[in-house]
């Protein structure tokens, strides 16, 4: 499945962005779905997941609720609504997929997730 990240930008500490991840080529209903992100000089790092029949989700710990990871199968694409922005939210954000044994399946681990969006730039600003 090929993945398309969107909605990124520049903003101000306490600004909210709403990335998009459409994927094209299967559909995502057999996937669980994940939002990574990778700040310079570090390692990528879990954010959120969702699981296949979006009923179960799982956060890193620095979300604390400002951070939902929503899907629509029926538009084959998930979303990242991020709320109260702050300077260290600064990164690029990938969308991921994986296959899901099961409908509520989720996972935080980078190598559960075999395809990957190209990224799109959250640049926050204090």
């Known amino acids: 499945v090929q993945l398309q990240a969107s909605g990124g930008g520049s903003v101000q500490a306490g600004d909210s962005l709403r990335l998009s991840c459409a994927a094209s080529?299967?559909?995502?209903?057999?996937?669980?779905l994940g939002w990574f992100r990778q700040a310079p000089g570090k390692e990528r790092e879990f954010v959120t997941a969702?699981?296949?029949?979006?009923?179960?989700?799982y956060d890193a710990d620095f979300v604390k609720g400002r951070f939902t990871i929503s899907r629509d199968n029926a538009k084959n694409s998930v979303y990242l609504q991020m709320n109260s922005l702050k300077p260290e939210d600064t990164g690029v954000y990938y969308c991921?997929?994986?296959?899901?044994?099961?409908?509520?399946?989720?996972?935080?681990?980078?190598?559960?997730?075999?395809?990957w969006g190209q990224g799109t730039q959250v640049t926050v600003s204090s």
């Open positions: 080529g299967r559909t995502l209903s057999n996937y669980a």
């Open positions: 991921a997929a994986g296959r899901a044994p099961t409908p509520i399946y989720t996972s935080r681990t980078r190598d559960e997730y075999d395809s």
């Open positions: 969702i699981s296949r029949n979006g009923d179960r989700t």
